[in-house]
Each structure stands twice: as structure tokens, then as C-alpha cells.
């Protein structure tokens, strides 16, 4: 019994670690998805319409993906696997696309419902696009709501021991 306990202990704490590892390198690639989308809304063609938003958040997305692969493959689980492969890229990858397509669709519902409660709070009218910062918040809140399931296919499937 007293082993069990101490197996358990042992791993959650080092699950704990790995987590942690993780969500520091999934800042750094939220701060180049949030910070490049935001740039990119702000000051170029892609802040005018939602189809647009979502061109805007593809393109930040790319560059997040290739930075949190690069430091999770070498750093976060780097005592797990074979850094770099191919075939665990391609699972990265593949993993990616699927917290993509959630984050789109919670970017897509949060700034819905952040652009109607504006609305109905006469922060803005019903004709004026949400605001930048808006748009930021709403994808700040879609990153937060996808992190726990990139962290568990990456950890039990890219990255599996």
C-alpha cells in the first residue's frame, strides 16, 4: 500500500513537471499566436470581417505551432523521445490541427458572445465591427479553453514514453 502511495506521489509530480514545462512553452507560443493576431487584425485587412479573422489567426497559428514544437520536442518531453522525427512531427502536426480547429471555434463563439454583450450593453452599436482588444480577449480565452487537450495528445500520444 505504502508503494502505491508513493508510485502515485511520484507520478503526479512528475506529470506535474511535464505540465508545467508545457504550459510555459505554451505561453511563449500564446504570446507569438495572441501577439501576431492582434498585429495582424489591428493593422492590415484581416481585422475587417470574421472569414478574415480566421485567415489572421491561421497565419499566427503556423508560427506558434513551429515555436512550441521546437521547445517541447527538445525541452518539455525531451527525456521521452526521439527529438525531431518525422513521424512525431507529423503527429505534432496533426495534434495541432485539431486545437486549431477548436481554437477557431471558440475564437469564433467567444467574440460572438463578447461582440453581442457590447451590444447590449451599448458599449458599441450594431453596426461597428468589435474592437481589437475584443478580438484579443476573445483569443486569449480560445487559447486557455484548448490547452488541456493539446497537452493530453501530446504528452500520451506525440510524446508517449
Avoid: E
Wanted: proline fraction near 2%.
Amino acid at each position: 500500500m505504502v508503494n502505491k502511495k508513493i508510485s502515485l506521489k511520484r507520478l503526479q509530480q512528475q506529470h506535474g513537471l511535464v505540465f508545467l514545462k508545457y504550459a510555459l512553452v505554451g505561453i511563449s507560443g500564446t504570446f507569438i499566436d495572441v501577439g501576431l493576431f492582434t498585429f495582424l487584425v489591428a493593422t492590415t485587412f484581416l481585422g475587417s470581417t470574421p472569414t478574415l479573422h480566421g485567415v489572421a489567426a491561421s497565419t499566427s497559428f503556423i508560427l506558434a505551432v513551429t515555436n512550441n514544437y521546437y521547445w517541447n520536442s527538445r525541452w518539455t518531453f525531451a527525456a521521452d523521445n526521439r527529438a525531431g522525427s518525422k513521424k512525431q512531427f507529423a503527429k505534432f502536426l496533426l495534434v495541432s490541427a485539431g486545437g486549431w480547429l477548436l481554437n477557431l471555434c471558440f475564437l469564433t463563439v467567444f467574440s460572438s458572445l463578447l461582440y453581442q454583450l457590447m451590444i447590449s450593453t451599448s458599449f458599441i452599436d450594431g453596426v461597428a465591427p468589435i474592437p481589437t482588444w475584443g478580438l484579443t480577449i476573445a483569443k486569449i480565452a480560445a487559447s486557455v479553453a484548448v490547452l488541456l487537450y493539446n497537452f493530453i495528445a501530446n504528452r500520451f500520444w506525440t510524446f508517449k514514453q
